[in-house]
């Protein structure tokens, strides 16, 4: 499996997230500029969280349109998967390649804490590995995770199983306890929590590696 792992100017998380790609696949990502225009072959495609561009205008806004993501929303359209974490998940919202958007946090706060999530949906590349339910202890840092959307939208993503996480502490005050979604064909996911932070013992948790091992897995076969 091959991984690629987009930075833009104001990531803080690539080096997190191409270690744990690392540690589950064996094989180094490769490391993408927001510059770029072009992608090389690559199954899985990370959005590594941080301040793109120091999150002006609004968080996500200004990456979705790097030059780079014209070339992320294709692949994601023709099936490849991609991950969006934290500022990831945001870029993902702007794009509209998953649901939603993401609010200033209810507290008006940033919050930097662990938190616990119970996985949603099993049925993905991403969490296949996963037992329904699952509680799964991770850290979140950020300060525009609220996530929301309508009524109706909320309805559809249920019937469509595009819940992928919800929050068993809701940090932030996220609709219906929010803290993951995945698109309709649930080849992208978008989640506010940082799993790659949560990957070995000297973590404080190891709970994050199982969505790592998953997509590896899967992606390997």
Not at 13 to 37: C, F, N, Y
Not at 116 to 134: A, G
Request: net charge neutral; with cysteine.
């Amino acid at each position: 499996m091959q991984a690629a792992v987009i930075v833009f100017p104001g990531s803080n998380r690539e080096g997190d997230a191409v270690k744990a790609l690392e540690r589950a696949t064996g094989k180094k990502p490769q490391i993408v500029w927001h510059g770029d225009s072009e992608l090389p072959k690559t199954d899985l495609i990370v959005l590594p969280g941080g301040f793109s561009y120091g999150d002006y205008l609004r968080t996500g806004a200004m990456a979705a349109h790097s030059p780079i993501m014209r070339e992320v929303i294709d692949r994601a359209k023709k099936g490849v998967r991609v991950w969006g974490i934290c500022n990831g998940f945001q870029i993902l919202c702007e794009t509209g390649l998953v649901p939603g958007i993401l609010l200033r946090n209810a507290s008006m706060k940033f919050v930097c804490r662990r938190v616990t999530l119970k996985v949603e949906n099993t049925d993905s590349d991403y969490t296949r590995l996963c037992k329904p339910k699952q509680e799964l202890k991770v850290i979140v840092a950020h300060g525009d995770g609220n996530y929301f959307a309508q009524k109706d939208a909320l309805k559809e993503m249920e019937d469509n199983g595009q819940i992928a996480f919800r929050y068993v502490d809701n940090p932030n005050g996220s609709v219906s306890d929010i803290a993951g979604v995945f698109n309709k064909q649930r080849n992208v996911l978008g989640m506010m929590p940082h799993p790659e932070d949560a990957v070995e013992p000297l973590h404080g948790s190891t709970d994050g590696a199982v969505l790592f091992e998953s997509i590896a897995k899967t992606l390997s076969v």
